[in-house]
């Protein structure tokens, strides 16, 4: 009727009285977040966070909920409906969300049902007073929290290089502090280190150093120095690249694979002292130099033939280490292994490349006591006086001590795996003494039987 009777220009203009007589009555102010802006194709990143960030808040107000399953199918993440509304608080603003969808459908003909284009949307609905508010603090709050939500939840990943590129498994390692075998004081003072670096950024960037750390971990075989890097990455969300050093063509392909990796990452360099002749390079590096010292030209161009036609040199690893880092940002941990501290160049571990050294050793009873909570549910037992004056005399590493623990029956016996543990500890320091009566005895090692010998 209204199109009918009124002329054109007529219903215009009292279309736009009428828009603007009910805003002004209207108190609210209304944002649209689309989930596709501009290129079709290319998912609005402001729609993914505001996704994640109200899924914790929608989960407790919505009635009807949508469910999805992110890392690797293990575990359900539920967002909110379309059409439906949550209310949210920001410093005592409250603002409401509220979700949509506009459906148009594609022109096209076809005997198949066409799907509808479906384009999705959230709306933010405030009081007018807040503007300011919500447009700055309030919408920067919201961008961050639900990045921060995405990184919590993403499934991690372990990855390893293949020639010039890294590819990927998801990274499932339960290893965790808890349940590491380490000496408590010593354990806190690592996740302490950890903890810090992690939230270090305005302290990194103050004193002008990029932002990662350096961790040596070394010790006999079977000490955990693999299951605490482990234990790290699942404590601070981190990925893992393995970097395996043999496998690096050269200097050049090792910086490329460098930067190709991301922010919140450890690289692992394990068993460094195999990976590198590093007594060979270390000649090399000191002859370079003299060379440096006398021609810096040429020196340049001996190095860069050295890199193109030479496996993996030191001087490739320490530029590896802290030449380019400060040109990719984000926080990252470099963490070599090694069983022998002592084979390594010590400008590969001087402080500032290697900043922390742990030395992971042999089983202490402190450190039996935590594999005997993990394996045997055990807190105290009589037998753990014996293991006590046993393990202060015997070194033996807590692989060894993890292995006589594992249930070898159903339902688990815990005091015969003690005693197993006994008979182990003893076997090795009858062997022990049998060393130094007959030092150029070998003898084989027989936990389980000590008889046999
Ligand atoms: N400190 C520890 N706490 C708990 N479990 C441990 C510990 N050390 C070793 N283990 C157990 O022993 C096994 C071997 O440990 P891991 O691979 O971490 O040793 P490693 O020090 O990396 O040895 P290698 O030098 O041979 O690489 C692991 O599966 C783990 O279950
Ligand atoms: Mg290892």
New binding site residues.
């Given amino acids: 009727i209204f199109q009918q009777y009124f002329p054109n220009h007529l219903r215009i203009s009292i279309e736009t009285y009428f828009q603007r007589f009910f805003s002004f009555l209207y108190p609210y102010i209304q944002i649209t977040f689309n989930e596709f802006t501009g290129e079709r194709f290319m998912r609005s990143e402001a729609y993914a966070a505001i996704e994640t960030y109200l899924s914790s808040s929608s989960s407790a107000q919505a009635r009807r909920l949508k469910a999805e399953i992110i890392k690797n199918s293990q575990s359900l993440v539920l967002t909110m409906d379309d059409n439906e509304e949550v209310a949210d608080e920001f410093e005592g603003v409250k603002v409401w969300w509220a979700s949509g969808k506009n459906v148009s459908k594609t022109q096209t003909f076809s005997f198949q049902p066409v799907p509808a284009d479906e384009k999705r949307y959230y709306k933010l609905k405030f009081h007018k007073k807040h503007r300011d508010f919500i447009t700055g603090s309030y919408l920067n709050h919201v961008m961050k929290e639900g990045k921060a939500i995405k990184v919590r939840n993403r499934q991690r990943k372990l990855y390893t290089n293949s020639g010039s590129s890294w590819s990927f498994v998801p990274f499932e390692h339960p290893?965790t502090f808890q349940?590491?075998?380490?000496e408590p004081e010593k354990k806190r003072e690592i996740v302490n280190d950890l903890i810090t670096f992690s939230k270090a950024e305005e302290f990194y960037s103050g004193v002008g150093r990029a932002w990662k750390r350096g961790y040596l971990?070394y010790?006999?075989?079977?000490?955990?120095?693999?299951?605490?890097v482990a234990a790290m990455a699942n404590l601070l969300g981190y990925d893992i690249y393995d970097l395996e050093l043999t496998a690096v063509k050269d200097n050049t392909e090792l910086k490329k694979l460098l930067i190709a990796t991301s922010s919140k990452s450890i690289i692992v360099i394990?068993?460094i002292d195999c990976s590198v002749d590093l007594t060979g390079q270390r000649g090399k590096k000191r002859e370079k130099k003299d060379i440096e010292e006398n021609d810096p030209v040429q020196k340049f161009t001996k190095e860069e033939s050295e890199s193109r036609n030479s496996k993996v040199t030191l001087s490739g690893l320490l530029n590896f280490i802290d030449g380019l880092w400060s040109a990719c940002g984000g926080e990252r941990l470099v963490v070599f292994?090694t069983?022998y501290v002592e084979k390594l160049d010590p400008a590969l571990i001087r402080r500032g490349r290697m900043d922390k050294h742990i030395e992971?050793s042999y089983?202490s009873f402190e450190?039996f006591k935590?594999?005997a909570k993990?394996y045997l549910k055990l807190e105290s037992h009589y037998l753990f006086s014996t293991i006590h004056s046993l393990l202060d005399e015997i070194k033996i590493?807590?692989?060894d001590v993890?292995?006589t623990l594992m249930p070898k029956i159903a339902p688990v016996d815990a005091e015969s795996c003690l005693q197993d543990l006994i008979l182990a500890l003893e076997g090795a320091k009858k062997q022990a003494g049998m060393g130094e009566m007959y030092p150029n005895l070998k003898v084989l090692r027989h936990h389980q039987n000590p008889e046999k010998e």
């Avoid at 349940?179 to 380490?182: P, V």
């Fill in positions: 290893a349940k590491l075998a380490m971990l010790g006999p075989p079977g000490t955990g120095k693999s299951t605490t394990e068993d292994t069983n992971l089983c450190a935590v594999l993990n590493t807590p692989a993890a292995e």
